[in-house]
């Protein structure tokens, strides 16, 4: 189901947050389309379990065959594992990080991404698209090493990648986070485990106290709408002890038991 999360009846902006059964083998995500003077972006489009949802949603708003830019913030395969079937479905070209921009081919047939990929330099770019421009911000190592976000100046929503992420069922990433201290349980392992420094949190906060945003939107769980709750999760991120801050040298011990079930 389209979540609307901005519509001034030109600028669309749709997040699909139940494409994926909740089944306990795989990871909720987040899928995002913008629209914008009849065409359109996909964020983060997801594996192949999302692909007919979105390819029918886009259908509402222009011929998906004229779909514009797949944007990807990286390469996992929760981001863009359907790859394949929007270069066969469509004339879009992906966005991406030049750090992955040789590994993405290996999701798809021999020859298939040639002259499709636009390198985005690892100081991110403004987008002209339409009649704006859009921002995209470096967020290297969050969770990473070329990592980068989409900043969207009309609906002026920061679609923030693993950042702000949350484990939790597709049903409750349906909607905004209301109560921060309930919301930290969803967030805290996640984001101790994937966030490589509490260094490049603290650089990637300052960067979006600048920006402004009223929303930050995650590629998994609920979204933070307004000023206070997003103050709330900057102030919490920049003070976070994660990654490598947590490693010692008991972490890199050679193992001497079985654990696991074979």
Known sequence: MAIELYNDGNHICLMFSDLVEEDGESVQSNQFLIVQDGNGILLDPGGVLTYNELYMAMSRFFPPKKLKYVFASHADPDIIASLPRWLNGSETSLLISRI????????????????????????????????????????????????????????????????????????????????????????????????????????????????????????????????????????????LDCGVDLMTRAMYMAPRTVNISI
């Open 100 to 239: 992955w921009s040789r590994f993405v081919p290996h999701f798809c047939p021999q020859g298939k991404t040639e002259g499709r990929i636009i390198e985005l330099p690892d100081e991110g770019t403004l987008l002209p698209f339409g009649s704006t421009t859009f921002q995209i911000l470096p967020a290297h190592f969050l969770h990473a090493e070329g990592n980068l976000q989409f900043y969207d100046p009309v609906s002026k929503i920061l679609f923030s990648g693993d950042m702000g992420a949350s484990m939790m069922p597709a049903h409750l990433s349906m909607s905004t986070v209301t109560d921060f201290d309930q919301h930290l349980p969803f967030m805290r392992g996640f984001h101790t485990r994937y966030m490589v420094s509490n260094k490049v949190c603290r650089y990637w906060a300052a960067m979006v106290r600048e920006v402004d945003p009223e929303w930050l939107v995650p590629q998994h769980g609920a979204p933070f709408k307004g000023k206070e709750m997003i103050a709330r999760f900057l102030d919490w991120i920049e003070g």
